[in-house]
């Protein structure tokens, strides 16, 4: 199963939760979260196990979001 999420920022309890998932037999996962705030800063080296990761900033970034995750095809 390919599990795409598009999110407005990781935390250290949704990172747990997607690390469990993507443990499952059969997933496979596709991320997308706005970068790190300084409001809610996270050592980025914690969702590095992911790889399938799209980090975004603003609207810019949009089409290499649409791109990859058109290519996961989840």
Same mark, same amino acid.
Request: charged share 25%; net charge negative.
């Given at each position: 199963? @390919? ?9 250290g309890y949704l990172n747990?939760?997607?690390? !469990? ?6 997933? !496979? ?21 992911? !790889? ?15 791109? @990859? ?6």
């Open positions: 199963m @390919r599990i795409a999420v598009l999110w407005t920022g990781l935390s747990a939760c997607l690390r !469990e998932l993507a443990s499952r037999p059969d997933v !496979e996962l596709f991320i997308a979260h706005n970068a790190t705030s300084e409001l809610a800063p996270f050592d980025d080296s914690i969702f590095a196990w992911m !790889e399938n990761r799209v980090v975004w900033r603003d609207a810019g970034d949009f089409p290499l979001l649409q791109s @990859r995750l058109t290519a996961f095809d989840p």
